[in-house]
Nanobody
């Protein structure tokens, strides 16, 4: 599976961005798709995930209520709509695909098999 993330940019606090992750190589049926981010000097952290088959979403507490994850079966893409952006949301955002997840395993980057190249989100105050 090849993943291509896009949609990042420079925005002011309070603005919105929509990140997209396009997959190629195979369909995402059965996968869990995740978004992670890594801010300068910090470890990569979980943002959101979605089970491809039934669309069940998961969110980190830091973005819950501000972000919505969705998938498009026809386009083989997963999107992350981010609203009310804050300066602390500034990071490189990565999409990833995991073939097998159990319980809350979707929160851990080491269970993901495939990763996109990342897209930079910068939120100015």
């Amino acid at each position: 599976v090849q993943l291509q993330a896009s949609g990042g940019g420079l925005v002011q606090a309070g603005a919105s961005l929509r990140l997209s992750c396009a997959a190629s190589g195979r369909t995402l049926s059965g996968y869990t798709m995740g978004w992670f981010r890594q801010a300068p000097g910090k470890e990569r952290e979980f943002v959101s995930a979605i089970k491809w088959n039934d669309g069940t979403p998961y969110y980190a507490d830091s973005v819950k209520g501000r972000c919505t994850i969705s998938r498009d079966n026809a386009k083989n893409t997963v999107s992350l709509q981010m609203n009310s952006l804050k300066p602390e949301d500034t990071a490189i955002y990565y999409c990833a695909a995991a073939s097998i997840t159990y319980g809350t395993g979707y929160r851990y980057d080491n269970i993901y098999d495939f990763w996109g190249q990342g897209t930079l989100v910068t939120v100015s105050s």
